[in-house]
């Protein structure tokens, strides 16, 4: 038997629709496989993303945790260093503390050598001296003579070159086989004498 399509419309509608059918259902099957696929990969990718970024967050943790540590030797180091450099402080103030009162010793320092010159050349012969204070304020002298003149030259001749000078005590006393003058002079505001300064 033969069949005659007198409709051919219709059969074209069933086999158009077939086709929508099977590829609708490739679409539903692409869809339905391939969206879960999507986003497992794209889970995938997250993961891996998000590894990466926590090893390198991880290498960075490691890497400030070294350099914290050496941030802290430097840091003892410092602390070691600035004990070092106020313990040079110190003693460059202790030094400087030295040295000021050195150099005041050394300003304030009096030559004695001249005095004892004065006292010296002042002297006349048959003068001899038992004690001699120097200092840099006053002076005392104690000696003895034979003779009391030489005790007024010795005064006269001392006045030269102090201007504050003062009998202190004159006395006679006798030893075993001699009689003898002894005296005691206080002098202060030491000068030097007329003929050296025009010298």
Known sequence: MIKINLNPEKVK???????IGIEFLK????????????????????LTYLNVTVSKL?????????????????????????????E??????????????????????TDFIPMITSIATSMPDGIWLSR?????????????????RFISEFYNNLSKYYTDLK??????????NVSYYSFSFNMGKWQVAEKEKKE
Do not use: C, H, W
């Not at 040079?88 to 320092?109: H, Y």
């Not at 204070?133 to 002076?139: C, D, H, P, V, Y």
């Not at 005590?169 to 075993?176: D, I, P, Q, V, Y």
């Open 13 to 19: 509608k069933k086999l158009e629709r077939r086709k």
């Open 27 to 46: 679409t539903k099957t692409v869809l339905y496989i391939g969206i879960p696929v999507i986003l497992i990969a794209g889970e995938l990718l997250y």
């Open 58 to 86: 991880q290498e960075k943790k490691q890497r400030l945790a070294e350099e914290r540590a050496r941030y802290k030797d430097i840091e003892q180091e410092i602390r070691r260093l600035k004990k070092k450099v106020a």
């Open 88 to 109: 040079a402080e110190k003693l460059k103030e202790e030094t400087k503390l030295k040295m000021a009162i050195f150099e005041k010793l050394s300003s304030e320092k």
């Open 132 to 148: 001699l204070e120097i200092t840099r304020s006053r002076s005392n002298l104690s000696g003895f003579t034979f003779n009391p």
């Open 167 to 176: 009998f202190k005590s004159t006395a006679r006393e006798a030893g075993k």
